[in-house]
């Protein structure tokens, strides 16, 4: 019933609406309907989806199989539908690895063509996401790109609490205090919206990057989450709706190392959306010129475009690929 697909170490479950009713998930007809009713039935879908099954968790493992679960298509004809489902039940507006899965599963039934298609994600905050995507051949690797749109930048763009500001390399960032309280190097970070909400912190030493077995671990997985997830598993600070936190740190001319703690899921191989706002970042405190920026992750390294218009970006474009696991 659900087909898994890896997308540089990150693993979501696809599943079609008609699947998941027939498994007794009472979803209702249309995207809009399941997104605004999804505590009836996210945490249900989740279950059936994405948990191990009875004794088959590998030790060190996370708690489910994949990073998320992808519902859709809606309707066999663009633009093609989708909810992406975080494994504790809540929705996010955008998942890059997530729609690169779904447009690679939408190819495997024939319904993706080749001159792409616009994709819908819905949610239950407010308007759909939509994320046009076409398929591409990179360095002999096919995938697609997806065109994330103009970047947002600062606290006002992701609806964070923050009144103290800093500077980076002359640029204006923000100091974000209970980041700071965790580490005191983790005092200079720049908020960015690609169609849900980012929080870069920027280092200056790569060594300086926290590791995913680090960010694990207690205290800080504990702190992570108070500031990454809204309430009530989160403390909603400083962004009430929570925030998708990475750490960015300049490797060489054009490439960049981060690490990620995502909203909904904590620590990760790797999130397109996150490559794609680490790349907004270091361009926005002058790290990285416009053009193509490689941002390397633990699962893998992400090429990102950004193009700029009189001195503003204008767009974001991430490469994405994916495989069908056996």
């Known amino acids: 019933m659900t087909q898994f697909y890896n997308a540089r170490g990150n693993i979501y479950g696809v599943v079609s609406p008609a699947a998941l009713r027939e498994a007794q998930i009472a979803l209702p007809a249309s995207a809009t309907e399941c997104a605004s009713s999804r505590k009836a039935w996210s945490e249900a879908a989740v279950a059936l989806c994405c948990d191990w099954p009875d004794g088959q968790r590998p030790p060190n493992s996370k708690p489910h199989r994949s990073d998320g679960l992808l519902i859709g298509p809606f309707q066999n004809s663009p633009p093609f539908d989708v909810l992406i489902v975080n494994t ?11 729609l690169t899965i779904f447009s690679q599963a939408l190819t495997d039934q024939g319904l993706m063509l080749g001159q792409g298609a616009l994709l819908r994600v819905h949610h239950d905050k407010g308007d759909t996401v939509q994320t046009s995507v076409k398929p591409a051949e990179v360095e002999g690797v096919k995938g697609f790109w997806l065109d994330l749109g103009q970047p947002g930048f600062g ?53 300086a990057l926290p590791s995913n077995e680090q960010m694990r671990e ?25 925030v998708n936190l990475q750490w960015a740190a300049r490797e060489s001319s054009q490439r960049i190392v981060a690490r990620v703690f995502e909203r909904g ?22 790290w990285v010129a416009a053009g193509e920026v490689r941002v390397a992750m633990p699962g893998g390294t992400a090429p990102i475009l950004l193009e700029e218009e009189q001195g503003e970006l204008a767009s974001v474009r991430l490469f994405g690929t994916a495989q069908l696991m056996g």
């Open 88 to 98: 504790d039940g809540t929705l996010a507006e955008r998942s890059g690895n997530g």
């Open 155 to 207: 606290p006002t763009a992701v609806g964070a609490q923050n009144d103290r500001n800093g500077e980076l390399n002359g640029r204006a960032v923000s100091h974000v205090k209970p980041l700071a309280q965790l580490d005191p190097a983790w005092s200079h970070s720049q908020f960015v919206r690609i169609g849900n909400p980012h929080c870069v912190t920027l280092l200056t030493d790569v060594g």
């Open 218 to 242: 207690s205290p800080l997985s504990e702190g992570l989450t108070r500031i990454a997830y809204a309430t009530p598993t989160g403390a909603g600070e400083p962004c009430p709706a929570g």
């Open 265 to 286: 899921e904590g620590p990760t191989a790797s999130s397109g959306t996150s490559a794609s706002a680490v790349a907004c970042a270091a361009w926005r405190v002058g």
